[in-house]
């Protein structure tokens, strides 16, 4: 089955500093997707990525997908106390409208 | 614009007892839906789906049942809770081939 691994767990920056946070899957990406989810809240949908190479930004977040389709990476730059959270990686287990299956997050905190 | 119900917000329920968690969607017809439960430590676990009405996959079966009376509702069941059901429920609703988009939640904690 697939997992997804990432990392860090956590990470506590000093706002207005960037960060990154990755997303490696066992076996090839279909559809990779980016949630945040706040303490006790739903996950918000940030961004999909299908496309190996693709990149995607909101805002001042950007998500990319390495060429190979295996792993994921999210940058954010100079963060601020909204960016905190808990970021989610989620992947379609196999090519098309399958359910997802979840990376356990990256608790990220910033600090003033 | 489509949003996603979920009630009630928070539970505190004794070992044993049943469970009805109910999930709504507002906008859209047809939709996949899905039922996750979050635990500390343990990340979202997939409980189940749906592709249509009476139509369920189970990913966890244990004491856990779901539901699709209509289209757009989707319940999660118990007879008997137990200890380690508690943790963090969340309903997510997506159109064929699409992201996801997540309730709110239903905090249950079993006593």
């Known amino acids: 089955s697939q997992e997804l691994e990432q990392s860090p767990q956590s990470l506590i920056v000093q706002e207005g500093k960037n960060l990154t946070i990755n997303c490696t899957s066992s076996k090839t990406l279909y559809g990779l997707y980016w949630y945040k989810q706040k303490y006790g809240e739903g996950l918000i949908f940030l961004m999909m990525?299908?496309?190996?190479?693709e990149e995607k930004s909101h805002e001042k977040i950007t998500a990319k997908l390495d060429e190979k389709k295996q792993q994921s990476s999210l940058h954010i730059t100079a963060s601020q106390p909204s960016h905190a959270g808990i970021y989610l990686c989620?992947?379609?287990?196999?090519?098309?409208?399958?359910?997802?299956?979840f990376g356990k997050g990256t608790r990220l905190s910033v600090i003033a | 614009s489509q949003t996603i119900h979920q009630w009630p917000a928070t539970l505190v329920q004794p070992v044993g007892s049943p469970l009805s968690l109910e999930c709504t969607v507002e906008?859209?017809?047809?939709?996949?839906l899905y039922w996750y439960r979050q635990a500390a430590g343990r990340g979202l676990q997939l409980l189940f789906y749906s592709v249509g009405i009476g139509q369920i996959s189970s990913e966890v079966p244990q004491n856990l049942s779901a539901s699709r009376p209509q289209d757009r509702q989707f319940i999660l069941s118990s007879k008997k809770l137990l200890l380690s059901d508690s943790g963090f429920y969340l309903c997510?609703?997506?159109?064929?081939?699409?992201?996801?988009?997540f309730g709110p939640g239903t905090r249950l904690t079993v006593t």
């Open positions: 997510a609703w997506s159109r064929q081939g699409y992201e996801q988009y």
């Open positions: 906008g859209t017809s047809n939709p996949n």
């Open positions: 989620g992947a379609d287990r196999v090519s098309g409208n399958t359910p997802l299956v």
């Open positions: 990525l299908q496309k190996g190479g």
